[in-house]
């Protein structure tokens, strides 16, 4: 249904969390994959051997997406290996969670960097490598356009980030390839540990969500897997938010 067999996925931060998902789920349909990640080897080698036992290739490319070489080499391996990419999702993140008056330059530097820059090196790096019906998919959240305590630097981060997209969007689309957004409420990842009132967040993303449950990281994944697909076409530079209806309560 998705036809995507045989494609090539680059997903960054794909060792575990929302990315592993996403990573997991272009597999099932056929997609290899290619896992980067930044520190933690163990985890990245354990998602490469259950995208191999759905069949499709899979290559880990350590490599931090802040550094211009650290994404040059990311690609400089996929041209090696693969000579093309079908599919970027852009998903890393990482970021200072502090409020306001307690940022400073290098926190705001570092975030934006990670969660925003890093996608002009990406999708400078992936173009000449892509085909007409490639398909770029950057990973927000609903901080970009909600106010959440200590989020300052990462939801501003976002909020660019959505931009970059709609202009990377429309600069590419007359290629033939095509940038969207997932926006996603709160997640149970590991990324939430670093938050103070991690219990808050998800009590609140609960008891708040008309249907009185959590987003999941396959959620998040099923709509990437869409806007992966040609099904998807016609939505161009659009940010879809998966919160399970938390952001439309009155
Ligand atoms: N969890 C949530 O509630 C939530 C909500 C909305 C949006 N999101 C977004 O969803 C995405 C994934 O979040 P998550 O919760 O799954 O995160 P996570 O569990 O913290 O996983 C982060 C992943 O990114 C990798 N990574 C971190 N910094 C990197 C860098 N500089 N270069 C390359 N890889 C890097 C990590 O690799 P290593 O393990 O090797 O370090 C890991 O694979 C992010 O864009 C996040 O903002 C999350």
């Known amino acids: 249904m998705y036809n995507l067999k045989g494609k090539v996925a680059l997903v960054t931060g794909s060792s575990r969390g929302i990315g592993k998902a996403i990573a997991l789920k272009l597999a099932d349909n056929g997609v290899n994959i290619v ?15 259950e995208i191999k036992e759905k069949g499709v290739d899979c290559l880990v490319v350590k490599g931090n997406v802040r550094e211009e070489e650290g994404v040059k080499n990311i690609f400089k391996t996929i041209k090696e290996t693969f000579n093309r990419v079908d599919i970027i999702v852009s998903n890393a993140a990482s970021g200072v969670l502090k409020p306001v ?29 892509m085909h007409k019906g490639g398909k770029i998919i950057a990973v927000s959240s609903l901080g970009a ?50 938050f103070p009132n991690r219990e808050e967040i998800l009590n609140n993303a609960k008891e708040l969500s008309p249907v009185g449950k959590l987003v999941t990281p ?3 994944a099923n709509v990437v897997l869409f806007l992966a697909s040609n099904l998807s076409n016609m939505i161009i530079g659009q940010t879809i938010i998966v919160d399970g209806g938390y952001s439309i309560r009155g």
């Open 101 to 129: 008056l307690e940022l400073k330059k290098k926190h705001w530097d570092w975030t934006m960097d990670i969660n925003a820059r890093a996608l002009i090196d990406i999708v400078q790096q992936a173009v000449p490598l």
């Open 218 to 220: 396959e959620d998040i």
């Open 35 to 49: 896992v980067n990640h930044l520190r933690n080897k163990t985890k990245a080698h354990e998602t490469e051997k």
């Open 145 to 194: 356009i909600r106010a959440i305590p200590n989020y300052t630097a990462v939801g501003s981060s976002k909020a660019a980030l959505e931009s970059l997209v709609r202009h990377i969007a429309f600069e590419l689309a007359p290629r033939g390839i095509i940038a969207n957004i997932v926006s996603a409420g709160a997640v149970d990842t590991e990324a939430l540990k670093h």
